[in-house]
């Protein structure tokens, strides 16, 4: 309570303008106190108008009022300063840079509270009381605190604008309706501030629309993209399996063809070495044989000899004669084996190749219609102007460099490292990025529209041609309708009806560059997808002495 005190006599002893203890207080005819020297820098500040009013009630006084020192204010005060009332605010309450300062406020400024709309003044707690007590401020319209007051007032008259020109689209005073703007539609300010009220719920309603919209999409594509994860990981999971089923088959089929190998390998040893075995013996036999015969041979008793011999076992009949194949034993199967290994490479080739094609390609693409008509392509018109910094010397520019003819003689042109050197060739000023569309009337035999980085190459004959070089997509235009577009030295016919007046639109960011002939319909000429990676630039390249082209 005692604080609330406090507060209320420092209150009612304070300067409403620089809001400390009064200091030679004076008093207005309206009742108001004030500084002496607070309200003198009020007043001298609408000396202008030679109109004075009261910073609190507003009430006006002309001729400005010579106001004397209330002594018996000045000796309240003076016993308030003694008792050790001070009315200074604290720090946090004044306006710093980024705030709204109370225009009342001299001196170090507090912050303001509200601005008013019909006084186009900010006030801070202190100065905006009057606006909450008096009657006389009702029907002033309070905002929160704004910089931008001064935006209010007209300009040529001085005056508050509250009425709205919808001829010019623009805020205007009373003055102002009754001199320039009169005949104009004009409206208050209020109703075409409902007006626009209602043009902004449409658009809000129309971007909150897009918004739900566009989170609807988002839901979508978190969707795909979930069931891309999910496909994928099944893919992977199942031809996992597949794989592992094939590899094991394999490992399989090559086990069993190392047993039937293995197994081959002692059946043929075995019969090899019983053929082995029955030669042994049948070399035993006939070598028993042989020394039989050798010791009848030695013997010396004729009779003897004569006598055996009949005795003698015929021979045994011989084994036929053994022919060993070349060592080639198991080459057929390696062959075989290596026969079905490349079988199965390429087997595995074509199937991944048919897999690489199967795998998809996820196309969500948000729509970017293009325009159709030659209507729609003027909304992306853009000014192309000419580069003379980089026209080959008898290519002449005029109608503001928008114009180009090939002449036979040389121009007095500056020597610049941008200007082509042999090619007849001219690039424009500007580069073209996002959405753009120009038209070329050409005149005299064949011509080149193109479209260029600006590094492009400037000098050689072959190179710096446009279309010969990676930086630039050449249109060519030949007499009797014939049309061929070129790029990095490859070319391609584009069919169409003659025209002596092309349009070129370019779609930056999706990589389109498109070619018409202007006409109702328009006539696609021929069409570019790729990547551009930087501005480009208009270009324009000659073919005969005299002929000329022009932009617009």
């Given at each position: 309570m005692a604080q609330k005190r406090v507060r209320l006599v420092r209150e009612t002893f304070s300067c409403s303008i620089c809001l400390d203890l009064l200091k030679d207080p004076v008093t207005t005819f309206c009742g108001h106190s004030y500084c002496m020297?607070?309200?003198?820098?009020?007043?001298?500040?609408?000396?202008?108008?030679?109109?004075?009013?009261?910073?609190?009630?507003?009430?006006?006084?002309?001729?400005?009022?010579?106001?004397?020192?209330?002594?018996?204010?000045?000796?309240?005060?003076?016993?308030?300063?003694?008792t050790g009332l001070q009315a200074a605010p604290a720090d946090h309450c004044y306006a710093g840079a980024e705030d709204v300062a109370c225009d009342v406020c001299t001196g170090r400024k507090l912050k303001a509270l509200k601005s008013c709309l019909v006084c186009l003044v900010s006030y801070c707690d202190q100065?905006?009381?009057?606006?909450?007590?008096?009657?006389?401020?009702?029907?002033?319209?309070?905002?929160?605190?704004?910089?931008?007051?001064?935006?209010?007032?007209?300009?040529?008259?001085?005056?508050?604008?509250?009425?709205?020109?919808?001829?010019?689209?623009?805020?205007?005073?009373?003055?102002?309706?009754v001199d320039e703007h009169k005949g104009h539609d004009t409206v208050s300010a209020a109703a075409e501030r409902t007006e626009r009220q209602k043009e902004l719920e449409g658009s809000r309603q129309n971007i909150q629309q897009r918004i739900q919209d566009r989170e609807k999409d988002v839901m979508l594509l978190q969707q795909e993209v979930e069931a891309i994860n999910r496909s994928a990981d099944k893919v992977e999971k199942d031809s996992r399996h597949i794989f592992y089923v094939l590899i094991c088959r394999l490992e399989y089929k090559s086990l069993a063809l190392d047993q039937h190998v293995r197994f081959q390998q002692e059946t043929e040893v075995r019969r090899v070495k019983e053929l082995q075995e029955k030669l042994k013996q049948e070399i035993t036999e006939l070598e028993r044989e042989d020394a039989e015969l050798k010791k009848l041979s030695h013997t010396e008793d004729h009779n003897q000899l004569l006598h055996n011999y009949p005795s003698l076992s015929p021979l045994s009949e011989s084994t036929p004669s053994i022919n060993i194949r070349?060592?080639?034993?198991?080459?057929?199967?390696?062959?075989?084996?290596?026969?079905?290994?490349?079988k199965l490479i390429d087997v595995l080739n074509d199937t991944w190749a048919k897999l690489s094609m199967t795998v998809p390609t996820v196309d969500v693409l948000l729509p970017n219609p293009q325009p159709k008509t030659r209507a729609e392509?003027?909304?992306?018109?853009?000014?192309?102007?000419?580069?003379?910094?980089?026209?080959?010397?008898?290519?002449?520019?005029?109608?503001?460099?928008r114009k180009a003819t090939l002449l036979q003689e040389s121009q007095p042109y500056s020597s610049h490292p941008g200007r082509y050197d042999v090619m007849p060739q001219v690039l424009g000023r500007e580069g073209l990025t996002g959405k753009c569309y120009w038209e070329v009337e050409h005149k005299g035999g064949s011509m080149c529209l193109a479209v260029a980085y600006k590094d492009v190459i400037r000098s050689g004959r072959k190179l710096s041609a446009f279309g010969w070089n990676v930086k630039s997509w050449a249109f060519y235009s030949y007499e009797g309708g014939k049309y061929i577009y070129f790029h990095n030295r490859r070319d391609a016919d584009a069919p169409g009806p003659e025209s002596s007046r092309v349009g070129v639109y370019l779609d930056h960011s999706a990589g389109l560059l498109s070619f018409y002939s202007v006409s109702e319909p328009m006539t696609v000429l021929y069409r570019v997808q790729t990547t551009f990676t930087q501005p480009l630039y208009a270009g324009v390249r000659f073919y005969g002495y005299r002929s000329t082209v022009e932009f617009s």
């Open positions: 020297d607070c309200i003198k820098a009020y007043w001298d500040g609408e000396d202008e108008k030679q109109i004075y009013s009261c910073p609190q009630c507003r009430k006006t006084f002309t001729p400005r009022p010579v106001l004397m020192k209330n002594t018996m204010l000045a000796d309240l005060v003076e016993q308030l300063k003694k100065h905006l009381q009057p606006h909450y007590n008096s009657s006389a401020f009702e029907k002033h319209k309070l905002v929160e605190p704004s910089k931008n007051l001064k935006e209010n007032i007209c300009s040529h008259h001085d005056e508050v604008m509250k009425i709205f020109c919808r001829t010019d689209q623009q805020l205007i005073c009373y003055l102002c309706s070349p060592l080639s034993y198991f080459e057929d199967v390696i062959k075989a084996v290596a026969e079905a290994h490349v392509l003027l909304k992306y018109s853009r000014k192309i102007t000419l580069d003379p910094n980089s026209a080959w010397p008898v290519v002449v520019l005029s109608e503001g460099n």
